[in-house]
């Protein structure tokens, strides 16, 4: 080797560290400090990071995490992502863009904000100032949000006329410190004057009056109807100690009118909250029950908010910069089918009745529910699962009619008692005999055991078949909860038999019997409807075409139910056809029983059912008279 090339190789090999050297250490920018002031804005630890003012003064980490936190205001609890965007330098500047999606209530809002980097020496400094966090923001400013309210949408009737929208109603309360005397006796006193209206919790109510700690809270009693609270409102306003507030709800023309049906609008309970998280705030209202419940969140819409930089003016008043708006979506109403006139008349005939007891209309033609009344708190009407008695002849009727196995003249024994094995002595009634006669005086005067001997011509499933054409035991989509029926099938003999009456296992609803009065009355079995939008999703298909020697001849016969058998009471109301039903609800116990009448007028079918109502003359057929004489 000659001594010139020992000499150079020493000096490539530093020449080669030397370029190594410079490559590891080429200045990877301002996106490492970036990134950990990034994480640091969640965490409130910025590492290494060194941050500075607008006027170079350093700022220690700490206050920074304080500032970021006092910014964030009403935010600071829901952690935003970050990401890093596009990094602009030039020289010892650069312009790191910062993409933030912060969560609000009900959503997110994205926007993009940016923070200044600064070169000294090796070392990227953040310029730390309000506007990193958001670009409108000043020192002293913080991010809060305003819930903006939205418009609950009501329940419309079929021609638009709102059956449930805002009505004013007054809420009842007492004030503790205000009252002068007795707080026990003012607590009676008040019970005294609201009994008409609700039954108040008297021990309650005096223990939380008394409670040092409410003396300065407003304890909500009651909430009227305003109205309501007009009746009252000389002897409310006497007490010393009272306050009421006036406010607008969701609310039916009456406390009864629909009730089960729309169920209520009210407060969001602490379940509801935690159940739904993010979904509600405590001012929130909320449907409980029937549709309301059903259809909440089309009904309420969705809130609105806004987010603003707040910021104390000099006299104490918060001054607003809005930010960001999500406005607020009303809710979209619900159509139904429902007629006022004939809802109300359905109202009014339950009105009487001591009893549990509900009436369901439909209008023949089209099959739209036209009233569902109840006199419960339960929709009845739509999900009761009971027996039909007598009313399920005409079922029984329909199946043997439609497969000739007997015709209205044929003569089908109607004594006193019957046995059939596996089952308690059958009998009719008040145990009447008819003798011999023709099959439609067994159908009018309601012979349980005509109809008994006659099961065994239908087989075991023919009970079932026959309800299946009229729609029992199908699945129905009224964009409600309803109960079609259960039919008894392949029961033992004795099964068979009672079932053939309206009793044995066979359970119904009441809409699911006004849908068989008006299948006989119309020819043809179609599912009843409820609403008109939102159309519900899977409705029933019809049913098939009644034979004409089947509708025939059972719509006289249940019109001779009227005129000759066991609903004469209605003879005086023209064109009125059906049947009653008694149904024990305990088997072999005749005081144990509901009362049923299901029936026509003109184009409106109907059901009317009373829970222990014992005697459809004496129950069932009063509402009916009273219904059909109120449209």
Not at 244 to 269: D, H, I, K, W, Y
Not at 348 to 355: D, F, K, N, P
Request: proline share 6%; aromatic share 6%; hydrophobic share 40%.
């Amino acid at each position: 080797m000659s001594p010139f090339r020992s000499l150079l190789l020493p000096f490539l090999a530093l020449t080669v560290a030397a370029v190594g050297l410079t490559a590891c250490s080429k200045d990877p920018g301002p996106g490492p400090s970036v990134d950990l002031f990034l994480k640091g804005w969640g965490t409130g630890d910025f590492g290494n990071v060194t941050m500075i003012r607008t006027n170079g003064e350093k700022v220690a980490n700490n206050v920074v995490a304080e500032e970021l936190a006092a910014l964030s205001g009403s935010l600071k609890d829901s952690k935003p992502t970050l990401a890093k965007g596009k990094i602009d330098t030039k020289d010892d500047q650069a312009t790191v863009e910062i993409k933030v999606s912060q969560p609000i209530p009900g959503g997110k809002w994205d926007y993009v904000t940016a923070v200044t980097a600064h070169k000294v020496e090796d070392t990227w400094q953040l310029i730390w100032e309000p506007k990193v966090v958001h670009p409108q923001l000043n020192l002293g400013d913080r991010f809060e949000t305003r819930r903006v309210s939205q418009t609950r949408a009501g329940v419309l009737a079929a021609n638009g006329e709102e059956l449930v929208k805002l009505r004013p109603v007054v809420i009842v309360g007492i004030w503790p410190s205000k009252i002068i005397g007795s707080k026990d006796k003012l607590v009676t006193d008040l019970a005294n004057i609201l009994k008409q209206q609700a039954t108040l919790d008297v021990a309650d109510l005096t223990t939380r009056v008394n409670n040092p700690a409410n003396a300065e809270q407003f304890i909500e009693v009651i909430t009227l109807r305003r109205e309501v609270y007009d009746t009252v409102r000389p002897q409310l306003q006497a007490l010393s100690g009272m306050r009421f507030n006036e406010e607008q709800r969701m609310l039916a023309e009456s406390r009864t009118f629909g009730a089960a049906l729309f169920g209520s609008v009210g407060p969001v309970t602490k379940e509801i909250m935690d159940a739904n998280p993010g979904v509600y705030s405590p001012t929130d209202q909320v449907g409980r029950g029937g549709l309301q419940q059903k259809y909440d969140q089309r009904l309420r819409g969705s809130g609105g908010v806004k987010v603003v930089a707040a910021r104390k003016a000099p006299d104490g008043t918060t001054i607003d910069n809005l930010l960001y708006d999500v406005p607020a979506v009303p809710g979209q109403p619900l159509k139904t089918t429902l007629d006022t006139k004939v809802q109300r008349a359905a109202e009014a005939a339950l009105g009487a009745a001591s009893q549990r007891s509900a009436l369901v209309a439909i209008r023949i033609s089209d099959g739209s529910i036209l009233a569902v009344a109840n006199k419960t708190e339960l929709n009845l009407a739509f999900t009761a699962q009971v027996p039909p008695g007598s009313t399920f002849k005409t079922v029984t009727a329909l199946g043997l009619l439609e497969n000739g196995k007997v015709t209205p003249d044929e003569i089908v024994a109607c004594p006193k008692f019957l046995t059939v094995p596996g089952r308690p002595q059958i009998q009719n009634s008040g145990q009447f005999e008819l003798g011999n006669v023709p099959f439609s005086v067994d159908f009018y005067k309601s012979c349980n055991t005509a109809f008994a001997s006659l099961a065994p011509r239908l087989g075991g499933d023919g009970l079932s078949k026959a309800g299946a054409t009229v729609g029992l035991g199908q699945t129905w989509d009224l964009g409600l909860d309803a109960f079609s029926g259960k039919v008894s099938a392949n029961g033992d003999a004795g099964e068979q038999a009672a079932a053939a009456f309206g009793q044995g296992t066979t359970i119904v609803s009441p809409v699911a019997m006004a849908g068989v009065a008006a299948a006989v009355a119309r020819g043809q079995w179609k599912q009843p409807v409820l609403l008109l939008d939102p159309t519900p999703a899977k409705p029933a298909a019809a049913g098939p075409a009644l034979k004409a020697s089947t509708v025939d001849p059972l719509r006289a016969m249940m019109r001779q139910v009227v005129t000759d058998g066991t609903a004469t009471q209605l003879n005086d109301l023209p064109g009125v056809h059906g049947k009653t039903g008694t149904a024990e609800y305990v088997t072999g116990d005749p005081t144990k029983t509901h009362a049923w009448f299901i029936g026509w007028q003109n184009d409106i079918a109907f059901a009317v059912f009373v829970e222990q109502g014992v005697k459809p003359a004496e129950t069932a057929l009063p509402i009916s008279e009273a219904f059909l004489r109120g449209l």
